[in-house]
């Protein structure tokens, strides 16, 4: 049996989808994350309106508050984020460390209104 065939088989049984292996690769729409930047979007999987931020325009330490709320994101900085669900960086609220170059959420646990960019 070929691959394509289990997988084939697989869903039909089990209903649910397999992703690509590189869930790095985002491709959808304007969902360009670029090297040197922090993208959120306010739909899942990369989708809807994003921002986009990069170490001149959010200082590191400092809480920012995002233009829309987030349910997905990555983090391709040189430097860790701290992703918020309160718009003051409220640690009373849901939060979480994301390391540096590369991390993918395509469906954050909670919704993002804030982040903080560690120093370097």
Known sequence: M???????????????????ASQAQVTRGDSACDKGEFCVWAGAQYAGKTERLDLESANPNECIQLSLVGRS????????????????????????????????????????????VWEG
């Open 2 to 20: 070929s691959t394509k065939t289990l997988v084939a088989a697989l869903v039909v049984f089990t209903g649910v989808v397999i992703a690509p």
């Open 73 to 116: 994101f990555a983090n391709r900085l040189s430097r860790d984020v701290a992703v918020y669900q309160r718009e003051d960086c409220s640690t009373e609220a849901e939060f979480t460390t994301y390391p540096k170059n590369g991390t993918y959420v395509p469906d954050a646990y909670f919704v993002i209104r804030a982040i903080t």
